[in-house]
C-alpha cells in the first residue's frame, strides 16, 4: 500500500521513526518504512539500527555517500509499494494525524506535497537566519502555494505514486545539496504533471548555524547554474525561479556585471548583517543574486545563450 522512503544522513531518526510507525499501523493494512544511510559516522549508525527492531521497518546502509538525488532513486527502486513518501529525516510529525492525512492521496496517480514547518520559538543562537529563512520563505500553506504549483515544490516531504517516480526520478548530476527540488518539480512540469499541494507538513528540525547556512546557500547556487545549463537555458524554468528571473533582468539590461562588482564591494557588509541578531532576508537575496551573477559571468555555456 505504502512505502515511506526516508535517506538518512548524520541524523538520529528513532523518534521520527517510531512516531510514522505508530501511525502506519493505525490507518494503513500494509506499508513498509524504508531507512537508507548514505555513509553516516558510526555513531550515528548505532543509534539508527535500533529502528530495525521495529515490523516492516527495513534498514539499508550504503558504505559510499551516493548524494541526495540518488539515495532517493535508490530508495523508489527498493520499494515494494505502488505509493512512496519521501521525506527528510531531520524532521518531525507536527501531530498524530500525518498519515492520516495523506491517506485520501493513496489512489492517485499523481504527486501532492505536504509543506514544511518550523517551530514556532525563535531561536537565540546562530542558527537565526536559517529559521527567519524557513518561517518567511518556505513555511507556506497549501492555498499559497499551488498559486506556482510546480515552482512551490520541496522533497521534504511528498507523496508520489511509484509509476510517476518511474517518468521522471533524480537526475544524478545533481548530488550536492541544493536545487535538486527545482530541476524534479521542472522535469514534472514538462511531463504535464502538476503537483497538488496540501496542508500536511513536517516540522524542519536540524537548523543550520549561520555560516554554514550560508556555505550550503552557495552550493546550491552552484547547483542551480548546473541545472539551468543542463536546461539549455529553458525560459520555463528561469520564469519558475525568482533568483533567476532578477539575473536574466539584469543581465538583458547588460548590468550584471556592474551588480557583480557592486556586490564584491558590498560583501562583508552584508556577511555582517546575516550574522547579526537581525539578520535581513533582503540581504540574503543580494547576496544570492550577487553570487549568482559572479558564477555566470565565467560561465562560457551560460553566456552563449542568448538574451
Known sequence: MLSICIPVYN????ALVNDLHRQAEKVLADFEILLMDDASRENYRI?????KQLDNVVWIELEENVGRSRIRNLLAGKARFSQLIFMDCDSACPDDHYIDRYTPHLDQEGV???GRTYREVTPRDSTLLHWTFGREREAKPASVRSKKPNASFMTNNFMIAKAVFQKVEFNEEIHTYGHEDTLFGFELFKKGITIQHTDNPLVHLDLQITEDFITKTETAIDNLVKIYRISGSNPDLRKSV???QSWHRLRIMRLDRLFCILFQ????????????????LFMLDMFKLGSLCTITKQDKAINSYPD
Open 11 to 14: 541524523f538520529d531518526v528513532r
Open 265 to 280: 564591494h558590498q560583501r562583508k557588509r552584508i556577511i555582517r548583517n546575516l550574522h547579526s541578531n537581525n539578520p535581513s
Open 112 to 114: 501532492v506535497y505536504g
Open 47 to 51: 543509534l539508527n539500527r535500533e529502528c
Open 242 to 244: 525568482r533568483l533567476l
